[in-house]
């Protein structure tokens, strides 16, 4: 096995959740903004796949879309079949590819939503992710894999050479003293 080889992990299943929360300025008793969202689900199922295909890849999809009450939050549960995730410097631009997306989704869920007048102003959109079962558990395979075996190469590397290095200096100490 070579020394530099990437470790490699297929995710599969639930990649993470994604929560967008729309609200107004406006004392929402009718719960409008929730019946608005819940009207335009349609229009927001297709932003949310055209925004995780076109910012994280064709592997990643929308597996459900979920309006509930609360101004409108909108659940979107993103999943992978069959995606090679590498090493953790990998998980840091996922981390930045998903925060894009959020960006991106909180903006398009701004421009479908706010097209209803709303009285005291516009909506405003905020948005948070958590990673799914399938990130967790290929961070703790690539975790585990590479503290061991990175480690060990850099150990024995370390050890053979320092040996190495005290025979040659014993054998001239000897070869001088005689």
């Known amino acids: 096995m ?3 080889e990437r470790k490699t992990v297929e995710l599969t299943g ?10 107004d300025n406006f004392d929402d008793r009718e719960n ?9 689900r349609g229009e927001l199922v297709v932003a949310a796949n055209k ?34 995730f590498m090493t953790f410097s990998r998980y840091e631009s996922f981390v930045k590819s998903v925060n894009l997306l959020l960006s991106q989704l909180s903006n398009v869920m701004s421009r479908i939503l706010g097209r209803q007048p709303r009285p005291g102003g516009g ?9 799914g079962p399938a990130i967790t558990t290929a ?24 040996a190495a290095l ?13």
């Open 2 to 4: 070579p020394l530099f």
């Open 166 to 178: 005290m025979a040659v200096m014993i054998w001239l100490l000897v070869r001088h003293l005689k």
């Open 14 to 23: 639930v990649i993470g959740y994604l929560q967008v929360v729309a609200s």
């Open 123 to 131: 909506i405003s959109v905020r948005s948070a992710w958590q990673p």
């Open 32 to 40: 409008s903004l929730y019946r608005h969202a819940l009207e335009m």
């Open 51 to 84: 925004q995780v295909l076109e910012t994280l890849g064709p592997e990643f999809e929308v597996l459900n879309v979920e309006v509930r009450p609360g101004s409108a939050i909108i659940w979107i549960v993103i999943g992978s079949v069959g995606t090679v």
């Open 139 to 162: 961070n703790q395979l690539l975790n585990f894999s590479s503290s061991s075996d990175g480690c060990s190469y850099l150990i024995a590397y370390l050890v053979l050479s320092h």
